[in-house]
């Protein structure tokens, strides 16, 4: 695999990435149209349920506190915050149902294609390659080519969510949207990251993968020669060497997995901390108000 290939480019990564997408689209759009239409009902659902628990507590809870409220007020704050709670978890549910249901369709396809291709392909090649690994080709290769396909609606949403925190916070400060502006751009470098260093971990895994089945099929299946040759151990060995070459490149790429994770929850917290913090330095300095005193 050349440099170029592994996204030396600087885009190989993202652009094999996208157009895996978009092909995986064109084969079952249905469900993948109605996954994304169900994460963005969640992020429009979500930025109102946050507005309308922030109205409800400035004008229905902290009144309360001095005297009576009328009843109208807390039938809208609840009708409010009972439609958009609703909408949030329909969408919650939409998404990841139809979502299952193209991403389950997609390797259907795929995993025919590739039985329509071993079929097409010259006798020779069925007998230079172990079955397993074939199998693994069908099984595991497949689902690791639509992986990239899963996360696609609910990224969709988490976009959308945040283009419209990032309007609700240009609308109340500059400064408080400055650090959304840059809370973004962070989160694109470490995905881009994050891709460039799991690639090698997990294709080493996608092939270690092959050769684990290759292995165990063809110990399996040639088990009474095994035994009529004393061959246990040694062929026990064999399988123990890919065994653990396989746990090492999947214990590398978790590395790889799990300090990306750490930091992808991490970012976000400071950058509610530092809103917090921004805030009110801009509060004490009266360059905006707060929601009751407005």
């Known amino acids: 695999m050349t440099q170029e290939t592994r996204g030396g480019d600087g885009r190989g990564l993202f652009t094999r990435g996208m157009r895996l997408v978009v092909a995986y689209v064109r084969m079952h759009p249905r469900p993948f149209l109605v996954s994304v239409a169900g994460s963005l009902v969640f992020a429009v659902s ?7 628990l922030g109205r409800a507590t400035d004008q229905v809870l902290k009144p309360s506190f001095s005297g009576p409220v009328p009843a109208s007020s807390i039938w809208l704050a609840v009708l409010a915050l009972m439609t958009f709670g609703v909408g949030r978890a329909l969408g919650i549910m939409f998404r990841r149902y139809y979502s299952g249901v193209a991403g389950e369709r997609v390797m259907a396809t795929l995993r ?68 959304g502006l840059i809370l973004f751009p962070s989160l694109a470098l470490m995905n881009r990251s994050f891709a460039k260093r799991m690639e090698e971990p997990a294709r080493r ?50 590395y790889v997995r799990a300090t990306f994770e750490a930091g ?26 707060a929601p009751a005193s407005r």
């Open 46 to 52: 979500s930025v109102l349920l946050t507005t309308a």
């Open 205 to 254: 895994a996608q092939e270690d993968i092959g050769e684990v089945s290759a292995v165990a099929h063809e110990s399996i299946d040639g088990a009474l020669v095994v035994k009529t040759l004393g061959r246990e151990d040694a062929e026990t060995e064999r399988l123990g060497v890919k065994a653990r070459a396989l746990r090492d490149d999947r214990v590398r790429g978790g």
């Open 112 to 179: 025919n294609r590739v039985a329509d291709r071993y079929r097409d392909l010259q006798l020779q090649y069925h007998r230079e390659t172990p079955t397993g690994e074939l199998l693994a080709h069908m099984e595991a290769d497949v689902k690791a080519a639509v992986d990239v396909f899963w996360p696609v609606p609910f990224a969709t949403g988490v976009i959308a969510m945040t283009l419209l925190a990032m309007g609700s916070l240009l609308h109340a400060d500059p400064w408080l949207a400055l650090i």
């Open 264 to 289: 992808l929850d991490a970012l976000p917290t400071l950058a509610t901390a530092l809103l917090l913090a921004v805030g009110s330095w801009r509060v004490a300095a009266g360059a905006i108000s």
